[in-house]
């Protein structure tokens, strides 16, 4: 059984920084992709920041230079280092593992809350 668990979240004041991490348990092949979305109170989940296999990376306009992404294929890691963060970060943040590409198979840990206020 696949299980994805975040960990890194908390209460952080405006401009600093805190770094997420997620770790993968159980069989996992041919990841495609593993990314961070984050949802808000009262808003729809949205992707944060995202790496291919190729590590490719891609990231939403609203944390561009501020967050990265990082993955550790052998260790099925992965991280997301946020700095000079803001309120408006302040959501749940998801790991999200895609195993596959046709036919693609989406898991998603828990979340953790991180929480930007003075």
């Known amino acids: 059984q696949v299980q994805l668990v975040e960990s890194g979240g908390g209460l952080v004041q405006p401009g600093g920084s805190l770094r997420l991490s997620c770790a993968a348990s159980?069989?996992?092949?041919?990841?495609?992709?593993m990314g961070w979305y984050r949802q808000a109170p009262g808003k729809e989940r949205e992707l944060v920041a995202r790496?291919?296999?190729?590590?490719?990376?891609n990231y939403a306009d609203t944390v561009r230079g501020r967050f990265t992404i990082s993955r550790d294929n052998a260790k099925k890691t992965m991280s997301l280092q946020m700095n000079s963060l803001k309120p408006e970060d302040t959501a749940v943040y998801y790991c999200n593992v895609r195993a596959g590409w046709i036919g693609a198979i989406d898991y998603w840990g828990k979340g953790t809350l991180v929480t930007v206020s003075s």
């Open positions: 790496i291919t296999f190729d590590g490719t990376t």
């Open positions: 159980g069989s996992i092949s041919n990841i495609s992709r």
